[in-house]
């Protein structure tokens, strides 16, 4: 499972717009998020051991999506989100497959929750982009995430609650319903939370943000962008 995303990644690390050094930072919340994965759940219990092992698939899924957005950015905006839904989930399904399938029945709540993750992870972004789409602020767009995140995880779940309600006629238990929506939306944007940091630390990824979004990218070199958001203005015309 360990091996999985990381063949993914260094078979995108190879392509011409990927092959450079500052590229090889998206390891950085990759590694986190996987060694958190493999840590941590063996102290919790179910539902929320499924969702947080359903992050290691999620997190290949967004380390994809951040190295093919500018890629698939060319696109129009709806074949650009069912592009990075099919992306991002063939990532998914492979990790899953090395890390998780031969857990039997086990692994059914993860795949779920891993695809559902990836489906509100890419909404997220397609809506989160609209509210940015007069210019990009780093406030507005994890705020956005943060309040769009568990609308869509509810939206999800309402077909499921709607069955319930009126085809089996049973008893929804509402703050049961409203645990699992939080914890899954709360998974989903702390699994987000740190490509978002990489996106702020780094121009490269910046731009691929910004793509994500749908939002313009900057023309300028690397170069520039480097000197425009790491290096402090030095000197300033005399007046």
Same mark, same amino acid.
């Given at each position: #499972?360990?091996?999985?995303?990381?063949?993914?990644?260094?078979?995108?690390?190879?392509?011409?717009?990927?092959?450079?050094?500052?590229?090889?930072?998206?390891?950085?919340?990759?590694?986190?998020?996987?060694?958190?994965?493999?840590?941590?759940?063996?102290?919790?219990?179910?539902?929320?051991?499924?969702?947080?092992?359903?992050?290691?698939?999620?997190?290949?899924?967004?380390?994809?999506?951040? =190295? #093919?957005?500018?890629?698939?950015?060319?696109?129009?905006?709806?074949?650009?989100?069912?592009?990075? /839904? #099919?992306? #991002?989930?063939?990532?998914?399904?492979?990790?899953?497959?090395?890390?998780?399938?031969?857990?039997?029945?086990?692994?059914?709540?993860?795949?779920?929750?891993?695809? =559902?993750?990836?489906?509100?992870? /890419?909404?997220?972004?397609?809506?989160?982009?609209?509210?940015?789409?007069?210019?990009?602020?780093?406030?507005?767009?994890?705020?956005?995430?943060?309040?769009?995140?568990?609308?869509?995880?509810?939206?999800?779940?309402?077909? =499921?609650?709607?069955?319930?309600?009126?085809?089996?006629?049973?008893? /929804?238990?509402?703050?049961?319903?409203?645990?699992?929506?939080?914890?899954?939306?709360? /998974?989903?944007?702390?699994?987000? =939370?740190?490509?978002?940091?990489?996106?702020?630390?780094?121009?490269?990824?910046?731009?691929?943000?910004?793509?994500?979004?749908?939002?313009?990218?900057?023309?300028?070199?690397?170069?520039?962008?480097?000197?425009?958001?790491?290096?402090?203005?030095?000197?300033?015309?005399?007046?």
């Amino acid at each position: #499972m360990l091996l999985a995303p990381w063949l993914a990644i260094l078979a995108l690390l190879g392509l011409k717009p990927n092959r450079r050094l500052t590229a090889g930072w998206i390891i950085a919340p990759l590694g986190f998020i996987i060694l958190f994965t493999t840590v941590f759940p063996w102290t919790l219990s179910s539902p929320i051991k499924e969702i947080v092992e359903a992050a290691d698939c999620l997190a290949a899924g967004l380390a994809v999506a951040w =190295l #093919m957005a500018e890629r698939l950015s060319h696109r129009r905006r709806g074949l650009f989100f069912l592009c990075l /839904v #099919m992306a #991002m989930g063939a990532a998914g399904i492979w990790v899953f497959a090395w890390g998780h399938s031969g857990n039997g029945q086990a692994s059914i709540p993860v795949a779920l929750v891993s695809l =559902l993750a990836i489906l509100a992870s /890419v909404l997220s972004f397609n809506f989160c982009g609209r509210i940015c789409r007069h210019g990009y602020r780093r406030a507005k767009c994890y705020l956005g995430l943060l309040v769009l995140l568990p609308i869509i995880w509810f939206l999800l779940f309402s077909p =499921l609650i709607i069955y319930s309600l009126i085809i089996d006629k049973n008893i /929804v238990h509402w703050l049961e319903v409203a645990w699992v929506i939080s914890a899954c939306a709360a /998974v989903n944007y702390a699994t987000i =939370l740190p490509f978002l940091i990489l996106s702020t630390a780094n121009a490269f990824y910046h731009q691929r943000l910004l793509a994500l979004l749908q939002l313009p990218i900057q023309s300028s070199s690397l170069t520039e962008v480097n000197l425009k958001y790491l290096i402090p203005e030095i000197t300033k015309p005399q007046e």
